[in-house]
């Protein structure tokens, strides 16, 4: 749902010839005759972003949800304590430098963009215990060892809540956490703001709300209870809410 899926390969068959509107001359649907050898090719809106244009466009006076996003990692990490933490999504490492590492001492940083991870490596790479990945948090190989903290702020709304947020669960550590930061909806514009940073509306196609009463079922029905919510308003008429469920 949150990536678009392009056909490179088509086999479809010779015996049946395609009718003026795309049908077959039986009138089947044609793509039931499309081979199962159709390849597919994943592209992520978010390796077009440069990290110059998302972090320009989240720190507008307008947007404002940097340092807020910053903020509510300070929250969940002074809360849980953890010995090691995940970030899923990194970005440009936002929040990083709120990290104590005489209580944290490992800190996993994800991300799908190579180049924003190069970025957290040259602001943050003197952070004791630091590791990054680029991956794919829907993807079936993500995995690694588990962490006592598990942070997802503003990632669900654009990867889902599916394998992503399996994938997030599988890494918190038995008694860990996961701490979870989502837009709610408002009154004002939904999604992603309208700004002169136009590679950003490429992100518009595949943005979701996600609703925190949906997330609480869906995470206690995996054994994992709210413990601490935080809210923040945001310009504009949005707001983030934090959940950190154990
Ligand atoms: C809105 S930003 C996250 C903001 C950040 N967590 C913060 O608190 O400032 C979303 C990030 O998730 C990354 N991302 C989007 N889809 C992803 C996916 N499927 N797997 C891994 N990272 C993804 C993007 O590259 C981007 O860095």
Redesign the pocket.
Known sequence: M?SRWEPIVQTVSPLCPVGPGGEREDGAPILSRISATYKLRMA?P?LGIPLEDYEGHMSLPDVGQ?PV??EL?RCALEYCRPESVA?????GG??LEHIDCSVTERIVG????PR?LDEVRRRFGALAGLELHC????GRNFSFAPVAMVHA???FE??GLGA?IENALALVAPGGNLSI?LQLPGAAEQGVASTRYASMQSLKRDFVLIDRDKVRRLLGLKGFQLVREENRSLPAGKAFWLGVFA
């Open positions: 949150n992520n978010w940097l996003l910053a990692f970030v899923l999504g990194i970005a936002n929040g994800v991300d799908i963009n924003y991956c794919d948090l829907t702020a503003l990632i654009h990867a992503a930061v």
